[in-house]
């Protein structure tokens, strides 16, 4: 519980005394490149080879002569949209980016770099924090945009080049009964759980305290609390809103 | 002037400071001195609100840091200069970019004027040719420097340096403490470092606190700390077999 209050003060500490509007806007793009562009590799090849095994793995289920191949088309789309994409590729990136977070943040804190921030009165929470926060909210739904087309991407080309299906059959079932309201849905589950990911590994890292030994844990903790944290997020989501 | 009054501080049930008052002239090099975990950085991080000591004052010419406003407090903050043990520089940006982020964030002034400040400083602590270099690609004495032109850049009116010799071999050791007390006198500030390295004592200690189990148990300048009559302070100074011996001739 302890941990729980002291980061809820921490969420709270980065909005107090904030530094100038100018401040952020560079740091802001520094850590949408950081997060996002340097994170597209990755996610590119999970969400690819997902797409790709889960269309065949569920043309290898539908055995059945009723149920029409064009199905796995459609399972494929809404697997992407309401699983894969937001979920999946959040739990890799934060596997990536949390750890980075963590450690960076461990980091300063054991070089006594965020007592140097915090001696000059600048708010070392808001400064180092907030824009990863940011950054984290507006580049996970674009890479999660990124990881829908390559997984269905994965998906076609894992079952129509291999004879599985034909594009007609894969397609109708990708056109078959979409719901616009399930993208919307993806990219919510996008920011919140940027927003889970950014600020649970900003909070382990930056109250790291001892040596290296220490800031390794810190990223272990980053990542195994920002996972569990996705999972808890993803049912209370899936509640909520469907 | 910077004055400390009845400060205590406490971590885990343990006993760090008890009592501890002193003030730290300005225009002179004030040095706390002690062994190691005594409780001098302890102190040192109340002095500037790293810690929150549960009882005492601290007083910077007159206004008292720990009772005061968040805005007070932070003006306070951005009269202060700090040297951290490690250099404490970012390793994300160069030489030039760390000295320049105080004046980045808290400064009104114009570009040129800043780039301006930043390569003074720099000169002033003899690195004019390494601001393009990342920290990680200077030796220790010259992260030390960086430290200094970064704590200076922002013309402090209080100076801390935490043991500011640290890993330093002895000429650049004394061409650190130097260069601190030559900024002291030049600037007028109050200069606050915490050491235990005694060539420091000896040679710029304008006013010495000496902490011994987390208590000030003496306190004076470099002319009188060799004839100090306080038992824990003798063991302290003269630890070194060469320096009892020394005094044994004097």
Same mark, same amino acid.
């Given at each position: 519980m302890n941990?729980?209050g002291q980061?809820c003060? %921490?969420?709270?500490s980065?909005f107090?005394?904030?530094?100038k509007f ?10 949408c490149?950081?997060?996002?562009v340097?994170?597209?590799?990755v996610?590119?090849?999970v969400s690819t ?7 065949i ?12 191949l ?7 789309r809404? %697997?992407?949209?309401l699983?894969n994409?937001?979920? %999946?590729t959040?739990?890799v ?8 977070i963590?450690g960076?943040?461990?980091?300063m ?14 708010n070392?929470?808001s ?9 984290a909210m507006?580049?996970f ?7 829908? *087309? ?5 998906g076609y080309f ?9 594009h007609y059959?894969?397609v109708?079932g990708?056109?078959?009964t ?6 919307f *849905?993806?990219?919510i589950?996008?920011?919140v759980?940027a927003f ?5 590994s ?5 109250f ?6 220490e800031v390794?844990?810190?990223s272990t903790n980053?990542?195994?609390?920002s996972c ?5 997020a993803d ?5 909520l809103?469907? | ?16 400071l008890?009592? /501890?008052s002193?003030s ?11 062994a190691s975990?005594?409780?001098?950085? /302890?102190l040192?991080?109340c002095?500037v609100g790293l810690?929150k000591?549960?009882? &005492?004052?601290i ?13 007070v ?9 700090m040297l951290?043990q ?5 390793d994300?940006?160069?030489?030039h970019?760390?000295?320049m ?6 400064s ?6 800043k ?6 400083c720099?000169q ?5 040719k390494?601001?393009n270099?990342?920290?990680s ?6 992260q030390k420097? /960086?430290g200094?032109a970064?704590?200076? /850049?922002?013309n402090p009116q ?6 500011p +010799?640290s &890993?330093l071999?002895?000429?650049t ?5 130097d260069?601190i007390?030559e900024?002291?006198h030049?600037?007028?500030?109050t ?5 235990h390295?005694? +060539?420091s004592?000896?040679?710029i200690?304008?006013?010495?606190a ?5 208590m ?7 002319d ?5 009559e ?5 063991d302290?100074?003269?630890?070194n077999k ?9």
């Amino acid at each position: 519980m302890n941990s729980i209050g002291q980061y809820c003060l %921490f969420i709270f500490s980065m909005f107090r005394q904030r530094e100038k509007f100018r401040v952020y806007v560079g740091l802001v793009f520094d850590e949408c490149i950081l997060i996002g562009v340097d994170s597209v590799y990755v996610v590119a090849i999970v969400s690819t080879f997902i797409g790709a095994v889960s269309a065949i793995q569920t043309a290898y289920n539908l055995t059945s002569p009723l149920v029409p191949l064009s199905t796995v088309g459609n399972i494929v789309r809404d %697997f992407t949209i309401l699983e894969n994409a937001p979920t %999946f590729t959040c739990l890799v990136l934060a596997g990536k980016v949390g750890s980075s977070i963590a450690g960076g943040l461990g980091t300063m804190r054991i070089t006594e770099q965020i007592d140097a921030i915090d001696v000059m009165g600048i708010n070392s929470a808001s400064y180092l924090v907030l824009p990863k926060l940011l950054a984290a909210m507006i580049v996970f739904p674009m890479l999660v945009i990124i990881s829908g *087309f390559l997984s269905i991407a994965g998906g076609y080309f894992a079952t129509v080049y291999t004879g599985i299906l034909t594009h007609y059959d894969f397609v109708t079932g990708l056109r078959d009964t979409f719901v616009v309201y399930n993208v919307f *849905f993806a990219l919510i589950k996008a920011v919140v759980f940027a927003f889970l990911i950014a600020s649970i590994s900003s909070y382990q890292g930056f109250f790291t305290k001892g040596g290296a030994l220490e800031v390794g844990k810190s990223s272990t903790n980053a990542v195994t609390n920002s996972c569990i944290a996705i999972l808890a997020a993803d049912y209370i989501i899936a509640k909520l809103l469907l | 002037m910077i004055e400390v009054n009845n400060v205590n501080k406490t971590f885990r049930d343990k006993k760090i400071l008890t009592d /501890v008052s002193m003030s730290f002239v300005k225009g002179k090099t004030n040095l706390i001195i002690g062994a190691s975990g005594t409780g001098k950085s /302890v102190l040192l991080k109340c002095i500037v609100g790293l810690v929150k000591p549960e009882t &005492g004052t601290i007083k910077y010419d007159g206004r008292d840091f720990l009772t005061a406003d968040s805005e007070v407090q932070k003006d306070i903050r951005r009269e202060m200069g700090m040297l951290f043990q490690g250099g404490a520089l970012f390793d994300f940006k160069t030489v030039h970019e760390n000295v320049m982020f105080p004046l980045h964030m808290l400064s009104e002034m114009g570009k040129s004027e800043k780039m301006d400040r930043v390569a003074f400083c720099l000169q002033r602590v003899g690195l004019d040719k390494v601001g393009n270099l990342f920290p990680s690609q200077i030796s220790g004495g010259m992260q030390k420097r /960086v430290g200094i032109a970064r704590a200076i /850049v922002m013309n402090p009116q209080y100076l801390f340096c935490d043991e500011p +010799n640290s &890993g330093l071999d002895p000429q650049t050791a004394i061409k650190i403490d130097d260069l601190i007390q030559e900024i002291t006198h030049e600037y007028n500030t109050t200069t606050v470092i915490v050491t235990h390295d005694m +060539n420091s004592v000896v040679s710029i200690g304008e006013y010495i606190a000496f902490i011994y189990q987390g208590m000030k148990v003496w306190e004076g300048d470099k002319d009188n700390i060799l004839q100090t009559e306080s038992k824990p302070l003798q063991d302290f100074i003269f630890a070194n077999k060469l320096i009892r011996d020394r005094k044994a001739m004097m």
